[in-house]
């Protein structure tokens, strides 16, 4: 009877340096968001939007931005939100 060997478990694919760096700063944003700390994620954000402003990757840093935007709208900073806004118009 031929040997069996156990299937290779299958890593998921290894993130490169690049995305991990981006996914730890996204989550940074998130954190300082909820906390209240505002202006710190909408640097960050616009940060990472900066550097991340083609391919699959910056949807989902351009759908936090126009979160914080939104939620920038929703407390009264307007000027704020319009620079959101407007940063994520320069892009497009």
Not at 15 to 30: F, N, S, V
Not at 64 to 69: K, P, V, Y
């Amino acid at each position: 009877m031929p040997e069996t060997r156990p299937e290779p478990h299958h890593r998921a694919t290894t993130p490169k340096p690049g995305d991990m760096a981006r996914e730890g700063q996204l989550r940074i944003a998130r954190s300082l968001k909820s906390a209240g700390h505002m202006h710190e994620a909408i640097h960050l954000l616009n940060d990472l939007l900066d550097n991340h402003s083609q391919g699959p990757e910056a949807r989902e840093v351009i759908e936090e931005i126009e979160s914080i935007a939104q939620d920038c709208e929703r407390r009264g900073f307007i000027y704020a939100a319009l620079d959101l806004y407007r940063h994520l118009d320069r892009l497009q």
